[in-house]
């Protein structure tokens, strides 16, 4: 079954920077686009950027363009998410994403906890 699995969240001041790695499995990652979202606390999860299957096309939401970068080794299943000169506002539960199926299910990770605070 489909399964991804986030990691690299923690607490980082403003300015710093993280890495969170998603691990992809159950499903063929290197014909999927993949997909960063957010969650911030009291707040609608919301997309972060995405990456098409092959790496080729990478698209962001306004509020982290030129700060976050998306990438991919589809030798190892994983899809990666930079993030750079982090912000209070960026504090969130990062969740990665892929949509399977004619009918486009969404599944899932766990999340992981991002914390911009000083």
């Known amino acids: 079954q489909v399964q991804l699995v986030e990691s690299g969240g923690g607490l980082v001041q403003p300015g710093g920077s993280l890495r969170l790695s998603c691990a992809a499995s159950?499903?063929?990652?290197?014909?999927?686009?993949m997909r960063w979202y957010r969650q911030p606390p009291g707040k609608e999860r919301e997309l972060v950027a995405l990456i098409t299957s092959t790496g080729g096309t990478t698209n962001y939401a306004e509020s982290v363009k030129g700060r976050f970068t998306i990438s991919r080794d589809n030798a190892k299943n994983t899809v990666y998410l930079q993030m750079n000169s982090l912000k209070p506002e960026d504090t969130a539960v990062y969740y990665c994403?892929?949509?399977?199926?004619?009918?486009?299910?969404?599944?899932w990770g766990q999340g992981t906890q991002v914390t911009v605070s000083s």
């Open positions: 159950g499903f063929t990652f290197s014909r999927n686009l």
């Open positions: 994403n892929t949509r399977q199926g004619v009918s486009g299910v969404n599944y």
